[in-house]
């Protein structure tokens, strides 16, 4: 079992650029979930899906950021234009359907972004 | 200016010694608690979790315990090993959430002394 492959593992770009994470989940898993890690705020739940159908995506920050999952497969996060203050570690999770009672998620790496 | 970033609250033990890492969560509606830790530069890894109509879960030299009286949750590690050193962080699902969307708490940072 490859576990939930994020890529790139590190991005750094200039401020006004776009910048596109990825995130491939454990095959057969159906749900699919975005966060953002800083010192300052912790972990943040962004965006996820069900069933490649975004379900609750309260927590992204602005428009500048867009999440899409047009297979079961993969998903992006999108930040555009980027900021300096969009420094952090994004971390994609993915969960199966198991029908029983546990929410494990299932990590990612994740990717280091700095905006400089 | 400076940034100053969250203190997170850090527990210092023996190897060889139990630890205890402690968390309040916010709601009692949560019907769903689970433990992660995450080593530096890694994602978060499962540790253990438990369902808010139990009281106790044990793992490998795991044990969580859940008190819904006052909304306490605590994960105790039994002979603690340097390989446990990590941040801790505990998450709750509340029942009213579709899914299996998870709230974080800080995290506990575990230093354990050779």
């Known amino acids: 079992d490859a576990g939930v492959i994020q890529s790139p593992r590190h991005e750094v770009t200039e401020m006004g650029q776009e910048v596109t994470l990825r995130c491939k989940p454990i095959s057969g898993h159906n749900s699919l979930f975005w966060y953002r890690q800083t010192m300052m705020r912790g972990l943040e739940l962004l965006i996820y899906f069900n069933n490649n159908v975004p379900i609750d995506d309260s927590g992204m920050p602005e428009d500048r950021f867009s999440a899409k999952m047009p297979n079961a497969s993969f998903s992006t996060l999108k930040i555009q234009p980027s900021e300096p203050r969009d420094s952090a570690v994004y971390f994609c999770?993915?969960?199966?359907?198991?029908?029983?009672?546990?929410?494990?998620?299932?990590f990612g790496p994740g990717t280091r972004l700095t905006v400089t | 200016g400076e940034s100053v970033g969250l203190h997170l609250p850090t527990l210092s033990v023996q190897e060889g010694d139990n630890s205890i890492i402690n968390c309040a969560y916010s709601n009692s509606a949560s019907d769903y608690f689970i433990w992660y830790k995450q080593e530096s530069g890694k994602g978060p890894q499962f540790i253990i979790d438990i369902r808010s109509n139990m009281d106790k879960r044990q793992g490998q030299r795991v044990t969580v315990l859940l008190n819904k009286t006052v909304k306490h949750l605590s994960l105790q590690i039994a002979a603690t090993q340097p390989g446990d050193s990590a941040v801790y962080f505990c998450a709750e699902r509340m029942i009213y959430n579709q899914g299996g969307k998870l709230i974080f708490g800080q995290g506990t940072e575990l230093s354990v002394k050779p």
């Open positions: 999770a993915s969960s199966p359907s198991r029908g029983d009672w546990s929410y494990e998620q299932y």
